[in-house]
């Protein structure tokens, strides 16, 4: 795995890596720095989950799983190159880049333990959309020991019916709440729910009151601003003040989430396997 490319977002806080594979194929990994260090790395080279919002979904390029030593090199190159030293600051690494992570569970969790071991005290992040929640338990098992790894279950809809639409590979929302349930009891790690606001689908008042009776006391919402993408068919929320005024007064535990780095496609769902597609298709 070697770095070919790097970007920077225009206010400097976000980098985007372009990183090739021993077979020629083009990865994206996104540092992000708020003030701490973040990596997005991707577990997957495309996607094969293929939700609408999301560049790999619109855009359908599965090529294949990423190795347990390309994930952990390519966030490795990204320490290297920016010259990171995580005895100051804890280093944030999040599987929520490119690819369903459970779909390559035995790569990304070996990667992650072979991470936890290198570079001590950092804090791990991972996004799914629960498509296989069996996993869900077994990672609870697993990750007991770490000092703080944050599983963030992206839901997206207030019901089953809207979530096809955002997600076509699709798991029962009363599954992933009996799921979540019972990870809380394994695990002391934090569980989160991920939702991105889609203007005129997934926002609307209605939306909001089904989400509120959905959570559960002790739920936090990682609320998301819709990152846009070439081609996409969604757009931005209109109604995301609403939104957020009905979460307060049903006292729902949520944090504002605006991407960084929307200017270099290092947003979340912008990142891509786009460039292999395009060697492809240059030959």
């Not at 991470?115 to 609870?140: C, D, H, K, M, V």
């Not at 909001?208 to 068919?233: M, Q, R, W």
Request: hydrophobic letters at 30%; a negative charge.
């Amino acid at each position: 795995m070697e770095i070919i490319e790097k970007l920077e977002s225009v206010d400097g806080s976000t980098k985007k890596f372009l990183q090739k594979t021993s077979d020629d194929y083009i990865i994206e990994t996104a540092y992000i720095n708020d003030g701490e260090h973040f990596i997005c790395y991707s577990s997957q080279i495309g996607c094969p989950v293929a939700c609408g919002f999301c560049y790999n979904g619109v855009n359908k390029n599965f090529y294949r799983n990423l190795t347990k030593d390309e994930i952990i090199n390519q966030c490795v190159n990204v320490i290297n190159d920016l010259d990171i030293d995580n005895r100051g600051k804890p280093i944030k690494f999040g599987c929520m880049g490119v690819g369903e992570p459970l779909l390559n569970y035995e790569n990304v969790l070996a990667s992650t333990k072979e991470l936890n071991s290198r570079y001590p005290n950092s804090i791990f992040s991972l996004a799914t959309t629960g498509i296989n929640s069996e996993l869900i338990l077994q990672l609870a098992n697993e990750i007991k020991d770490f000092q703080k790894y944050i599983l963030k279950i992206s839901l997206h809809a207030s019901n089953d019916d809207t979530r096809k639409k955002i997600i076509p590979v699709h798991r029962s929302m009363s599954e992933l709440r009996d799921v979540a349930n019972q990870y809380k009891k394994i695990s002391s790690q934090e569980l989160c729910w991920n939702y991105v606001l889609l203007n005129g689908v997934n926002d609307s008042e209605q939306n909001a009151k089904e989400f509120c009776d959905y959570l559960e006391e002790g739920d936090t919402v990682n609320l998301t601003h819709y990152s846009p993408i070439k081609d996409g068919f969604f757009r931005s929320s209109d109604n995301f003040s609403q939104f957020k005024k009905i979460l307060d007064e049903k006292q729902i535990n949520y944090y504002e989430f605006n991407p960084a780095g929307k200017d270099i496609n290092a947003g979340c769902g912008q990142m891509a396997a786009r460039y292999y597609s395009q060697l492809e298709k240059s030959k």
